[in-house]
């Protein structure tokens, strides 16, 4: 692990201003005053690890990640505890995460100890940036987003030889507006996020980018989030715009698609089917065909559906929507649905213990 050099901002905001994005954060509109930076370049590997004010990049129009889209992200969220202090949620399946996305997109492998200094040096210097919860029911947080971009200045079809990696933070409040309520998804047919071979399993700009035409698509249906099948046949369940999909049977299965090279590994998901089991339920991960989910929703033995993320945590699915035909869930959160989540945030919150390692403190009060 590398020490982080701490370079503060001259100017920080205004304690009266800050207090008042946190009061009503949003998600992903405001950030805290300093960021993370680790530069790489080919002769010199990883190096000038440091803590800097937040401010605009500068770039090369030439540089690497404007042409061919060469780079990658995660998120994680920083959660302020009773006693003040400041903790975070499995960082290590994030720092193994980014560096198998890096590897698919042919950018170096940051060190995983390096990844976790990075956040705990931002958090430590920026902890009045973390909401306080003002009760159970208020989901406040820090988002952080690190981020790996290839900056050399070159127009040619190779690895870049230079990257830099940030971490930026927002206050956050819910992802969704107007509290814990079923949202409608949309079946896409016409757009695929990705395929074997490609780069879903990624968390690379490339993937969001691609599901934005079906996500108006889902928008111009009346629909909050996308749903889309695999590439090949059209025919399996994958994943949803930014979130994992899961369905709970009343025989008390907890049903997702596994992961493969198209569907993300998600930290949210990989939580809820471990903690499955404690709460009565029987993880099961394998290929769901959307006919399966139709029928055995019809038939109700299908019972609940929600999607699980870091940003939304776990949202329950209302309805499935297509051109030909709706998968009505009720307009009622599920009781095995809202246990789950429940149990989730009571952990990363720290009202409950969860199983050893999987909150790492960040800062003290």
Request: hydrophobic residues 40%; charged residues 25%.
């Amino acid at each position: 692990m590398t020490e982080f050099q701490l370079r503060k901002r001259q100017d920080p905001t205004a304690p009266a201003l800050r207090q008042a994005v946190l009061e009503n954060p949003g998600f992903g509109e405001y950030f805290s005053d300093h960021m993370s930076h680790v530069r790489y370049t080919q002769d010199q590997g990883w190096h000038a690890h440091e803590v800097i004010p937040y401010g605009p990049l500068t770039l090369d129009p030439a540089a690497a990640v404007l042409h061919y889209a060469q780079e990658v992200f995660e998120g994680l969220k920083a959660y302020r505890h009773a006693d003040g202090s400041v903790w975070t949620f499995r960082p290590e399946r994030n720092a193994a995460r980014i560096n198998r996305s890096a590897e698919r997109l042919a950018l170096p492998q940051l060190d995983e100890a390096d990844f976790l200094e990075s956040i705990r040096a931002l958090v430590s210097l920026d902890r009045d940036w973390v909401p306080t919860p003002a009760d159970s029911a208020d989901e406040v947080s820090l988002y952080l987003r690190p981020f790996m971009i290839a900056s050399e200045s070159f127009l040619g079809v190779r690895a870049s030889h230079e990257v830099d990696y940030y971490v930026i933070a927002s206050p956050a409040g819910a992802y969704f507006s107007g509290g814990i309520k079923p949202v409608s998804i949309w079946l896409t047919e016409k757009v695929k996020r990705s395929g074997q071979g490609g780069t879903g399993f990624a968390k690379c700009g490339g993937n969001y980018a691609a599901s934005l035409a079906a996500s108006a698509e889902a928008a111009d249906s009346g629909c909050q989030q996308v749903m889309f099948t695999d590439a090949a046949t059209s025919t399996y369940l994958e994943e949803l715009g930014g979130m994992n999909l899961m369905l709970v049977t009343k025989d008390g299965e907890l049903l997702t698609p596994p992961v493969s090279e198209a569907i993300l590994d998600g930290v949210t998901r990989r939580s809820l089917l471990e903690l499955a089991p404690q709460l009565g339920l029987t993880p099961v991960e394998r290929p769901i065909e959307v006919a399966e989910w139709r029928d055995r929703a019809a038939s109700g033995e299908i019972v609940e559906a929600f999607a699980c993320g870091t940003a939304a945590v776990i949202t329950p699915i209302g309805q499935l929507k297509s051109k030909d035909y709706t998968i009505d869930m009720g307009e009622e959160p599920g009781e095995a649905t809202m246990k789950l989540r429940s149990t989730l945030l009571d952990i990363q919150y720290g009202r409950a213990e969860g199983p050893e390692g999987w909150m790492v403190k960040l800062a003290e009060s």
